[in-house]
């Protein structure tokens, strides 16, 4: 894959005529990946938990982009009967979908349960992502050039999944769960593609990470000593979102990008710079982790991914 060093916004190619579906899309990342496509003449569903906020950032980008093609539809990824009833109606609307972005993101609460009785961080950046994967792959599946891009973190090399323990019953550390959670989020992108691929599928599962970008993950966590760490200690160190965008940007638009790749900034450490293909742990790139952890997935989710049959050699 041809890397371009100082690859930016301005690289996107015209994306006119074709539909995007952004997890996060009122602020921070998915705010500054929303603003971008927009730009480039992409049709852009917000889809966001405070269906307020999402219409003042589409009020925002419509403001410095008359005739944006933009709609907000509401999603709480931390309930699954949200996450169906959204592709219900996404389906009712939408023949088909370019490019999903799985954005949204959760950083260090204290131990919550979401409706399901899922620990919050897993609910929210991987079961939710999952599940809504699942129930609209097959608008995916009809579109030319179609991508599912699931945005994981740096944090991934250092988690792992705590199958005897996925609640945090026993212990649970906030920043342990996000590590786990983003761990969750590469083992899926990748057996995702691992599926597509061995299904003769032309849709992609392509994996991105932001490095580190000052959003309100970090800032907004209720966690004290991580708020402090994050939000102020390393602040100077960070990317503004319209940079730490570029990783899953890149990975949604750019033509030579492959299925299973990683995508993050190519600066020190991975911390910062323009988009370029990094490494996946190899953990996470393990396809027997990958398979048990699709297998719990589907459980806990309810979701059955419907994947094409192979064609015959």
């Known amino acids: 894959m ?3 060093k ?3 916004a301005e690289h996107i190619p015209d994306q006119t005529g074709r539909i995007f579906l952004v997890t996060g899309a009122n602020s921070g990342l998915g705010l500054a ?3 971008a496509l927009a730009r480039r ?4 569903i917000l889809a966001v938990r405070d269906e307020e906020k999402g219409r003042r950032a589409m009020a925002d980008i419509t403001a410095e982009q008359p005739g944006a093609r933009l709609e907000v539809r509401p999603l709480d990824l931390a309930d699954l009967d949200s996450v169906r009833a959204f592709a219900e109606k996404v389906r009712v609307d939408h023949p088909r979908i370019d490019v999903l972005i799985n954005n949204a993101g959760l950083m260090a609460p204290p131990r919550t349960l979401s409706a399901q009785g899922h620990e919050l961080q897993f609910a929210v950046n991987h079961l939710g ?3 809504l994967t699942g129930l609209l792959l097959d608008l995916l599946s009809g579109a030319p050039d179609s991508r599912v891009v699931t945005v994981s973190s740096a944090n991934h090399r250092q988690g792992s999944l705590y199958f005897d323990d996925l609640t945090g019953e026993r212990r649970y550390k906030p920043m342990a769960f996000y590590n786990q959670s983003k761990f969750a989020n590469a083992v899926f992108g990748r057996e995702l593609h691992r599926r597509l691929d061995a299904a003769g599928s032309a849709v992609r599962s392509v994996l991105a990470h932001p490095g580190y970008t000052a959003t309100n993950l970090q ?3 209720p966690v004290a000593l991580v708020r402090l ?3 102020r200690v390393l602040a100077p160190l960070a990317q503004a979102p319209a940079d730490g965008a570029l990783s899953q940007l890149y990975a949604a638009t750019e033509p030579e990008v492959r299925g299973g790749e990683f995508i993050g900034p190519g600066g020190m450490a991975e911390l910062r710079g323009a988009p370029v293909r990094v490494e996946l742990s190899k953990a996470a790139a393990d396809p027997q982790l990958g398979a048990r952890l699709w297998d719990l997935s589907e459980k806990l989710t309810g979701v059955r991914f419907t994947l094409p049959t192979p064609m015959p050699a």
């Open 2 to 4: 041809t890397q371009q």
């Open 229 to 231: 760490l994050f939000g």
């Open 129 to 131: 992502h999952f599940a």
């Open 33 to 35: 990946t929303t603003r």
């Open 219 to 221: 800032s907004g966590t």
């Open 6 to 8: 100082r690859w930016n």
């Open 41 to 44: 003449g992409a049709q852009v």
